[in-house]
């Protein structure tokens, strides 16, 4: 298991309690590609960053072509809902997973 994200401090305290860590910056597909590779499963958890829609599909497809077999993705509720303007990047995001190889 590795805790990846762009917080370091996190990283640092989670390293500090024996987990592998790394840095990350989603809007980088290369460095999302470097991370998620060697690893069977990765847990996807929706940021705050106007372009999570895009990093989203960059770690989806960085994840099929590094054989990744299970992206578990912290969606929202009711995704379909479009009265809420979070929920077009969900849905559009479980349509990717789904559109992907990646189970």
């Not at 989603?26 to 990765?42: F, I, K, M, N, Q």
């Not at 590094?66 to 349509?95: C, L, M």
């Amino acid at each position: 298991m590795t805790a990846a994200g762009r917080n370091r401090d996190r990283l640092d305290e989670l390293a500090a309690r024996g987990f592998a860590t790394a840095t990350v910056d989603l809007s980088s597909p290369a460095r999302a590609a470097e991370v998620v590779s060697g690893h069977s499963e990765v847990v996807l958890i929706s940021g705050g960053d106007p372009d999570r829609l895009d990093q989203h599909r960059g770690v989806i497809e960085a994840a099929r072509a590094a054989g990744v077999d299970h992206i578990y993705y912290t969606s929202g509720i009711r995704a379909d809902d479009e009265r809420f303007p979070i929920n077009v990047d969900h849905r559009a995001t479980e349509q990717a997973l789904a559109a992907s190889t990646v189970t």
